[in-house]
């Protein structure tokens, strides 16, 4: 699974398509395997899906970065491809929280198709898609069960790392022994209705948490005790991160430990 990265900006001295296509010439000359996509038909907008005022032809025209012109801003190796949006379409696309692109930010479009339209700032990306994964297992509880108490403590499969309400924070080497002891890390929660809740009309990560779906079934009047694991880093790099500008610690794989009691 891989993530898009959007950014808005613009080359200064030269028109939008000029740049593309004087970039495309260049890179069909000095590397014609990489360039002759771009060259083909134009830049086409993949997997680029516009939201808001953006009609898909205008995204069609200035959307997608293919692998071989995104050289033409990082070198060869240096980084994956990179939509590029300039200010006209940015304006008229939103992120999660409804306000337009802005320039000079980098953004991450969801990685699951159902939810392609999200569009996240890097920074928040992976606060985001945990907190998003916790609260699909927590309804998934809810739902399927009489749940009475949960607590989840989530941590890197090395334990360096602690997710406390969405972020990341390192634990010093002397707490790794008691970090099951370190209550202030665990997101405890009680449930005095103890009914069920409906089922989320969708579920976009519960197919990633098999042992929640295992663990769940026919649970009734005792106690769970499981861990599930995660991988955040949806095969991006070190040199993703820092063109993202979000903290590397993040790409690694996490262990969700749960606990839970039904009535």
Do not use: C
């Not at 900006?9 to 939008?16: K, T």
């Not at 696309?93 to 337009?100: E, L, N, R």
């Not at 499969?157 to 370190?182: C, F, H, R, T």
């Not at 989320?200 to 663990?215: H, N, Q, S």
Request: aromatic share 10%; no cysteine; hydrophobic share 45%.
């Amino acid at each position: 699974m891989s993530v898009e990265i959007i950014r808005v900006e613009e080359p200064e001295a030269v028109g939008w398509a000029e740049w593309l296509w004087e970039g495309a010439k260049h890179q069909a000359k000095e590397r014609p395997y990489l360039a002759l996509p771009a060259l083909g038909a134009g830049v086409v907008a993949a997997p680029f899906i516009p939201t808001g005022a953006v009609t898909v032809g205008a995204a069609a025209g200035i959307g997608f970065l293919a692998s071989g012109v995104s050289e033409l801003v990082w070198g060869p190796d240096a980084a994956p491809p990179v939509t590029y949006l300039p200010m006209e379409v940015a304006q008229n696309t939103t992120d999660i929280h409804g306000q337009s692109l802005m320039r000079g930010v980098t953004y991450m479009r969801h990685p699951r198709p159902m939810q392609e339209q999200s569009i996240i700032k890097s920074t928040d990306f992976h606060n985001y898609i945990i907190s998003q994964k916790v609260a699909e297992i927590i309804n998934y509880l809810r739902a399927e069960t009489r749940l009475k108490s949960l607590s989840i403590f989530i941590r890197s499969s090395d334990s360096k790392y602690a997710v406390v309400g969405g972020k990341l924070e390192e634990i010093p080497v002397q707490m790794k022994v008691d970090l099951k002891n370190q209550s202030e890390r665990r997101m405890t929660l009680t449930y005095d209705d103890r009914s069920r809740i409906p089922h989320l009309p969708t579920y976009v990560w519960l197919d990633d948490f098999p042992e929640v779906v295992a663990a769940t079934r026919h649970a009734r009047n005792g106690t769970m005790n499981f861990s599930q694991s995660t991988d955040m880093s949806f095969g991006m790099s070190g040199t993703v991160a820092k063109l993202a500008k979000f903290s590397a610690a993040w790409l690694s794989t996490f262990v969700l430990e749960i606990e839970a009691t039904f009535a």
